[in-house]
């Protein structure tokens, strides 16, 4: 019997060593336990395009979302902009994309409103009562246009693709005990992708898929115990983790590439 009861601290340890226990391993390679491999019925989700960064390719970055392969009319898209950094451009192509959404909402934000922004935006999720919400900043460039599907048939409540850019990416293995970034002794096998499969960790930010039970219960979750040194996206993966829900990343494929702060 293996349990996970403990701190914080050890419950991390213990979902990391759960990535390498419960299946075969092929070649170095896990099999999915408990993947679907096909998701039952239409879901309906929630974009949420954050652009924040000074002067971000706004064209660049909306034909990313729009040239997602999951279908749009089963789609909300929410756009929240500094209007300080950047002017929202858009073309032809954008402009016609939009009207093929159930409904498109655009926010200006400052840095001031960046986490409250957050919080609303899964708000509307929740009160729009989708089945998902897609979330993803301008620090993940979306390279891979099925992700949503690919994450769907994960059947995660948090789970996020992964992005690369050299030795940064968008998944953390370990924290320490401040909550900060620690080496796990697997990290540059899985951002290399020489071991691929779904793997647990602390801490899973720019970009990932929310389900219904994950837009629920992680109300309010980017202000929580947020601090301005830590930003939004620590505190959620934190919070989430305090609530039992666990970040997953996924590098059966590499979705994208991912900056830093």
Sequence with gaps: ????????????????FCNYLGGTRLNSKPTLIGQKNVFV???TIAISLFLEKFEVDCISKLESVINLTFPKEN????????EYKNVLKTNDKIEEAFKQYRKVFIKRTTEETYVSARDECLKAAKKLDVDH?????DHFSIEKSDVIENLLFLDKTYVGPLGVDGVFSNYWGLVDDEGWYKESIDYGFIIRREITGVWAGPYVF????????GINELQDCYSLNYSQERGSDMSFSSNALDKGIIPYIDNRYLYGSATSF
Excluded: Q, T
Aim: hydrophobic share 30%; net charge positive.
């Design 206 to 213: 720019a970009c990932y898929l929310l389900d219904k039970r």
């Design 41 to 43: 019925g239409m879901p």
């Design 1 to 16: 019997v293996f349990h996970g009861n403990g701190s914080k601290s050890e419950k991390i340890k213990h979902n990391w």
């Design 75 to 82: 789609c909300y898209l929410f756009i929240c902009y500094d």
């Design 133 to 137: 919400y897609f979330y993803i900043d």
